[in-house]
């Protein structure tokens, strides 16, 4: 007997049919409030590049007016490849192109509003809390994300696969607490997955190259790769080369890995990154966060390691405070998905920054709660606290 499943079935697509497809692109058009005004025409699966596509059809008119483009994979919106609203819009009260997709830095720069958010912690899965943040609540967004299954106690998924659909669920909420042409910036290096017995090979996987797409794909615009080079030997405690440094034999040759790639990311959009300068609610805070004449120069950024014997992977204040003062103002609110003991809600505060910090594991948690108690004193006790209990802070720091 002949298979008769579909393509979509073959792939285990979270998308399967045309009726799935119309009922996630439906939920998009609900939250833009257009869902009265615009039909769907016959949608279409491209397996070349594990997409559907949903045609856009005016009511009014029966006229094509886009497409909404979502991830047959995990059933994500792919927004930038959809239709944008402001353009579906425009061709729904028949305007011209041109008009509509006119970059808005041409215009008089408004102001944009500064974020209410106050210091947070809070504590499960990001991918889940980061649904009910506002949208464009956040100003700044570094993290350095779980190891893939590099360690035992990172043994968290089963397939490489299912990390990275991990990571771009995240990065795909992240798009939308993100303001406009605000960065996302990610530390994140290869891993090593070593061999279960003597007779396997080890594999070294390429994370930082399999990531970059994923940013692409949901909304963000490549614009730096910064290279963490830490001291000469500090990746020798891994074992690669020590083959090769002992026999001197080719085809083993391997290097030390003693470098790390910040990847820095923008929220795409047509407006220049001056137009986040100059539309600024509060001149007298972008002038107060100026840098200073010692500042990195180059991609090549010289860090010391960090060790702390509470976490396995921490990274050093050093980088998060140069990422937090190079790509945000004093009072932003810098969000950390993956937050680990909290370094970057302690970089934060030294630098008059908020901080929105995200943390599955109960023990870290604890941890950064006790933390900002050193951080920030009696103002401790003002931090907004989700899933987890309030901060108390001693009578004696009052």
């Given at each position: ?9 073959k792939r285990r697509y979270a998308i399967l049919d045309v009726q ?288 702390d014997k509470r976490h396995p992977a921490t990274f050093p204040l ?81």
């Amino acid at each position: 007997m002949a298979d008769r499943k579909t393509v979509a079935e073959k792939r285990r697509y979270a998308i399967l049919d045309v009726q799935s497809a119309k009922h996630v692109a439906s939920i998009w058009l609900e939250r833009a409030q257009l869902e009265k005004v615009i039909l769907f025409g016959l949608p279409e699966i491209d397996d070349r590049y594990h997409i559907w596509r949903v045609p856009l059809i005016a009511k009014s008119s029966a006229e094509r007016l886009g497409e909404v483009v979502i991830d047959a994979r995990n059933s994500l919106i792919l927004e930038g490849k959809s239709t944008s609203l402001a353009t579906l819009e425009a061709r729904l009260l028949g305007r011209t192109e041109a008009s509509a997709d006119r970059p808005k830095a041409q215009r008089p720069a408004e102001s944009y509003p500064l974020s209410d958010l106050r210091n947070t912690i809070a504590a499960g899965d990001c991918e889940q809390i980061l649904q009910e943040f506002p949208a464009e609540s956040v100003n700044l967004v570094f993290t350095s994300p779980p190891y893939y299954n590099a360690r035992p106690e990172y043994a968290d998924y089963l397939s490489y696969d299912e990390y990275l659909l991990k990571l771009r669920k995240v990065i795909h909420h992240v798009h939308r607490v993100l303001s406009e042409g605000c960065f996302f910036v990610i530390n994140v290096a290869p891993v090593l997955i070593r061999r279960a017995s003597r007779g396997e090979a080890s594999r070294r996987i390429a994370v930082p190259f399999d990531i970059h797409p994923l940013f692409i794909q949901e909304g963000f615009d490549f614009m730096e790769d910064i290279i963490w080079e830490k001291p000469e030997g500090a990746g020798w405690a891994t074992g690669r080369g020590r083959r090769f440094a002992a026999d001197r034999n080719p085809l083993q040759y391997k290097t030390v890995p003693v470098t790390e790639y910040i990847l820095v990311y923008r929220k795409r959009t047509s407006k220049l990154i001056d137009w986040n300068i100059r539309a600024h609610p509060d001149p007298e805070l972008v002038a107060q966060s100026r840098i200073d004449d010692d500042y990195e120069r180059t991609n090549i950024w010289r860090i010391q390691p960090s060790y702390d014997k509470r976490h396995p992977a921490t990274f050093p204040l050093e980088m998060a405070e140069k990422v937090i003062k190079y790509y945000s103002f004093k009072k932003d609110v810098v969000l950390d998905p993956f937050a680990g003991i909290g370094t970057v809600g302690k970089a934060a505060v030294r630098l008059d920054r908020r901080f929105v910090l995200i943390e599955q594991e109960p023990k870290y948690v604890r941890i950064i709660r006790d933390e900002a108690k050193a951080w920030m004193g009696p103002e401790a006790r003002h931090v907004l606290t989700i899933n987890c209990p309030p901060i108390s802070v001693d009578d004696t720091l009052l």
